[in-house]
């Protein structure tokens, strides 16, 4: 499978733990983006990177989040001392970094704080 | 600030029927408009963008830019349309071609 993987595609956590998930892009894609979605609710943008660069991070992503893309290959998102309000699905994209190229999506890893 | 608003949560029609899935933005530039579609037990993928002016599986989307609207339309539904459908947004100013999506509107085509 040539598309985006991610992994684990599930996971549950007690809260206060941490946790953390990969991203392989397509090979060729320089540009990765993280959304989060929760029930009911369309993908909300987290944050992207352009190779090892991360450019851009939204608000929604508070100081217990963290991303990397260390050699601008795959990337993790780490999330310290989860809260159950952390519970959702959070999927990972790729593209080229064309303007209006279009954006490839991973299956999500869906995570669940208990 | 940019917004994507998708009035319906599901919408339910009959095979063979017309289909429109409404979506309105709010951004004060030149947008891109996409349709994203997720059919059961698969990833979000595109289905068609404004600037390409394209009839995907023979969906259609016109941006008007007077009711900033980009309304899915297609003339007779097909039971394999049935699938989640988002509206999203990127702006052009920069952002990296970051999405902003609609809330998503449940398609089910009856037979």
């Known amino acids: 499978d040539t598309g985006v993987s991610q992994d684990p595609r599930h996971k549950i956590t007690k809260r206060g733990q941490n946790v953390t998930f990969r991203c392989d892009p397509i090979?060729?894609?320089?540009?990765l983006y993280w959304y989060r979605q929760t029930l009911g609710q369309g993908p909300e943008f987290l944050t992207y990177?352009?190779?090892?660069?991360?450019?851009?991070k939204s608000r929604l992503l508070s100081d217990r989040f963290s991303a990397e893309r260390p050699k601008g290959s795959f990337s993790t998102l780490e999330i310290q001392r989860t809260e159950q309000g952390d519970s959702a699905m959070y999927l990972c994209?790729?593209?080229?970094?064309?303007?209006?190229?279009?954006?490839?999506f991973g299956q999500g890893t869906r995570l669940t704080v208990v | 600030a940019q917004r994507v608003t998708q009035p319906e949560k599901l919408l339910s029609v009959f095979k063979g029927a017309p289909v429109e899935l409404k979506c309105n933005y709010s951004?004060?530039?030149?947008?891109?408009l996409f349709w994203y579609v997720q059919y059961s037990r698969q990833r979000l993928q595109l289905l068609l963008r404004?600037?390409s002016r394209e009839s995907i599986k023979g969906f259609t989307a016109d941006l008007n830019k007077g009711e900033t609207s980009f309304h899915l339309k297609k003339p007779f539904a097909q039971e394999e349309d049935s699938a989640m459908y988002y509206c999203?947004?990127?702006?052009?100013?920069?952002?990296?071609?970051?999405?902003?999506f609609g809330t998503g509107t449940q398609l089910k085509v009856e037979l």
């Open positions: 999203a947004l990127s702006g052009r100013a920069g952002g990296g071609n970051k999405l902003t």
């Open positions: 404004h600037i």
């Open positions: 990177f352009q190779n090892e660069a991360q450019l851009e």
């Open positions: 951004y004060s530039g030149s947008p891109e």
């Open positions: 994209a790729s593209s080229s970094a064309i303007w209006d190229a279009e954006a490839f």
């Open positions: 090979s060729e894609h320089n540009r």
